[in-house]
């Protein structure tokens, strides 16, 4: 009845006969036999898939329900003994970390070859900043507060990874990050619900390419997955895997709004947390999947565990054995488990018990194959696996001009002291370049760079070398130091004396990229000490020192902000690394980024952010009292704040406007403020709109974000810039979990950063 012809990928599937033997009057749809909604809303396809489960046997199912790693290897992937024995009877849905062409059309031989119903393989990876051409860190790039940008990174990561053949991505990192001693905050997009929530809608779209989410027929369409759900990065202490704690107002304002924009953008699978809140592992929460995200959210996609995460609700305490967790794990709504094997080895026999339904199996099933005919690897499993279109776009110059572009616009002037930059090309002087990260190329791809080459990353040295070459600039250049630190102080000296010899010191400075990620929690977020000793150091020679930053989370910078004279966070850039912070450092590009995250003052204020509240004893740090929410010790407000960014030119605000000091709920107002360039060099600014609602029946924080506008002013230009306010811009979540606007006063700001309090405005609110 069936026949495949592995060399030449024709494909004639099980689904595909059943399917055409159905007449067009059969309305049973899936969504009825099988209990599921689908996700695409094409009834083609939901016959497809009922078709498919028709001649599924049990283990068939729980089969695709399962999802194992491999080990990735140049000439093709490494098949481990964990998961041949359910790979030969082709009861594998999906395969992770296996990448290449060659590598995954051997891999879905395989799957094929054993598979009774041919049924393909679904190939996954973390594609989380670029496949081979690295992009900054996410974090970084969420500080360009560029959509568009990030978009375009996430197509152009999406083109690479599908064309050596991975379809599904996990990401992007939708979690809010406010705590600056979890690693994982290079992935998200900082501290910020509102800005978060377009940063996931914009690499979601990215990611999955299109405009009707729907359609994924394209050859480059990649599912996304919004991860992870829900508050992991509410981590006490701000470690990782850890407790989270945290209101169900608290989720519903600050954590959930990204996943539910991500929903508004069409993603199509969504991730677990490793966490707990309220005493339940999140995989195991039926409040999160069935009660919000199924019921209240009317989500009809695919949810994965986190890897071995059903497996880890063991060790929380939730399930005695692996067996219950597989159980709670299935009736929580979760459709696939990540690499723990708990699926394939316990759910038949819990069905035999009478535990788990058939009707269960089959939704989460339904839900899988759905995306692969949605993907169409039921018309051609090898559609993703083309070596000559990997050699095409694999690591494509074009892409790398764009990872270039997308890193200038990544970097965050945080100081500069008497404009020490730009470097000026024409003016004759001699700089040192200072400390481990001038010649590192290691690090500069950070954290889960899946196939970016690190030994093709440019490296600050050969960045700046090959700017300045032919002018009237030059360097002297010594290490200093080791970026870890192990061998102390031996090469201060020798960093010393190039220091000396020259009229500027850079000195470029950062975290190893192990030390930020997964699984790379800090408790001291200073520079390591021998690189701060160093700076110490090359203080004492009274020259002027320009600071450059390569590092994966905020730091503690209070010492160098008070004793540097400027400072430049290049984050961990990618692939043109060099390139790009040479370009800003020259002023080829004016630097125009904003952070995303605030910078603590210390470790001791982490958790920090600029969204936060009131209390009854508020501090008022031009009017201090005793007995005020504050410290003894240093100031409460963080050393840069949420927002936050220089430019080479200068911009004042002014006039700022609003149309009515009161609006009735179905009316709008509009604020306006006069943005002037009042300084020598064109630039980029970020200019945005914060509210506070001043009264309510819920307490508010003291400002929020709710919308901003990046615009391009020519020296001595003057742009009016509009924000219009209604009735959503002024909701809250009510004591009923309802989101209202409550009439009352209400006050905005137009600034530069979260802590720019010259131009504001009230007004009302009617009834």
């Not at 030449?8 to 969504?31: E, H, P, R």
């Not at 090959?466 to 002018?471: G, I």
């Not at 966070?569 to 043109?576: H, I, Q, R, S, V």
Request: proline share 4%; charged share 25%; hydrophobic share 35%.
């Amino acid at each position: 009845m069936f026949k495949i012809d592995l060399k030449k990928a024709i494909y004639i599937s099980a689904a595909t006969i059943f399917f055409a033997s159905c007449s067009s009057d059969n309305k049973q749809s899936s969504a009825i036999s099988s209990g599921w909604k689908s996700y695409s809303q094409d009834q083609k396809i939901e016959y497809k898939v009922d078709s498919v489960l028709a001649l599924m046997t049990l283990e068939e199912k729980i089969g695709q329900m399962t999802q194992f790693s491999g080990h990735g290897t140049p000439t093709g992937p490494e098949i481990g003994d964990e998961f041949k024995q359910y790979l030969e009877k082709g009861w594998v849905g999906s395969m992770f970390n296996v990448w290449g062409a060659s590598g995954l059309r051997k891999m879905q031989d395989q799957a094929l070859e054993h598979s009774r119903l041919k049924i393909p393989l679904l190939f996954a990876g973390d594609v989380i900043h670029g496949y081979r051409t690295t992009f900054p860190i996410p974090l970084a790039e969420a500080c360009s507060w560029d959509l568009e940008l990030m978009e375009k990174s996430a197509r152009i990561a999406a083109k690479e990874a599908t064309s050596a053949g991975i379809s599904w991505t996990f990401a992007p990192m939708v979690d809010i990050s406010r705590d600056a001693r979890w690693g994982r905050v290079i992935e998200g997009a900082g501290e910020d619900p509102y800005l978060g929530s377009l940063v996931a809608k914009a690499r979601v779209k990215g990611f999955q390419g299109i405009e009707d989410y729907t359609d994924f027929a394209d050859e480059f369409t990649m599912i996304a997955c919004a991860k992870h759900f829900a508050a992991y990065g509410a981590a006490e202490a701000g470690r990782d895997y850890h407790t989270v704690d945290v209101s169900d107002r608290t989720l519903r304002e600050i954590y959930f709004p990204p996943f539910q924009a991500a929903i508004d953008a069409g993603v199509a699978t969504f991730m677990t947390a490793f966490n707990e809140i309220s005493g339940v592992p999140c995989t195991g929460s039926k409040y999160l999947y069935t009660d919000v995200l199924r019921d209240e959210w009317d989500f009809r996609g695919m949810v994965v565990t986190d890897y071995t995460a059903i497996n880890e609700m063991i060790d929380h305490g939730y399930a005695k054995d692996l067996k219950e967790a597989a159980y709670k794990t299935l009736d929580a709504g979760i459709d696939m488990d990540m690499t723990g094997a708990a699926y394939v080895q316990h759910v038949k026999q819990l069905y035999e018990e009478g535990k788990i339904t058939v009707r269960q199996i089959n939704q989460a099933t339904a839900r899988i194959l759905e995306l692969k005919f949605m993907l169409g690897l039921f018309d051609d499993p090898y559609k993703y696996i083309d070596e000559n279109r990997e050699k095409k776009w694999v690591g494509h110059p074009e892409h790398m001009k764009e990872a270039r572009l997308n890193a200038q616009k990544s970097l965050v002037l945080l100081k500069n002291d008497k404009d020490l930059l730009p470097l000026d090309e024409n003016k004759k002087q001699s700089i040192a370049l200072i400390g481990p990260m001038v010649k590192e190329r290691e690090s500069l791809n950070g954290e889960w760079a899946i196939q970016g080459d690190r030994n093709e990353s440019v490296t600050f040295f050969e960045g700046m070398t090959e700017r300045y070459k032919n002018t009237k600039v030059t360097f002297n250049y010594a290490k200093g130091c080791d970026l870890l630190g192990e061998n102390g102080k031996n090469g201060f000296k020798e960093a010393i004396d190039a220091a000396r010899k020259s009229d500027v010191i850079y000195a470029a400075m950062g975290e190893d990229f192990n030390w930020s990620g997964e699984a790379a929690s800090r408790t001291n977020i200073t520079l390591p000490e021998p690189q701060r000793e160093l700076l110490k150091e090359l203080k004492k020679l009274n020259k002027p020192i320009v600071l450059v930053l390569f590092n994966g989370r905020p730091l503690d910078l209070s010492w160098e902000d008070e004793h540097v004279d400027a400072i430049l966070e290049a984050w961990y850039p990618g692939t043109m690394a060099g390139h790009a912070v040479a370009d800003v450092i020259s002023g080829d590009y004016n630097p125009s980024a904003k952070l995303t995250m605030s910078f603590p003052r210390n470790v001791g204020q982490c958790p920090i952010y600029y969204n936060t509240k009131n209390t009854g004893r508020p501090w008022d740090e031009n009017d201090p009292q005793d007995y005020r929410s504050s410290f003894i010790d240093t100031n409460i407000w963080p050393l840069y704040p949420f927002g936050h960014g220089l430019s080479y030119t200068h911009f004042e605000y002014n006039n700022l406007e609003i149309s009515s000091e009161s609006i009735k709920k179905e009316e709008q107002l509009i604020a306006s403020i006069d943005i002037t360039n009042s300084g020598e060099f064109d630039g980029e600014e970020i200019v945005q709109l914060y509210i506070q609602d001043i009264s309510a029946s819920v307490t508010r924080p003291i400002r929020e974000l709710k919308g901003f506008e990046k615009i391009t002013l020519k020296r001595g230009e003057t742009k009016n810039v509009k924000f219009t306010i209604g009735e959503n811009d002024l909701k809250m979540l009510s004591l009923k979990n309802e989101w209202i606007a409550e009439p009352g006063m209400f006050k905005i700001w137009i600034g530069k950063d979260s802590r720019d309090n010259k131009n504001s405005a009230m007004f009302e609110l009617l009834q």
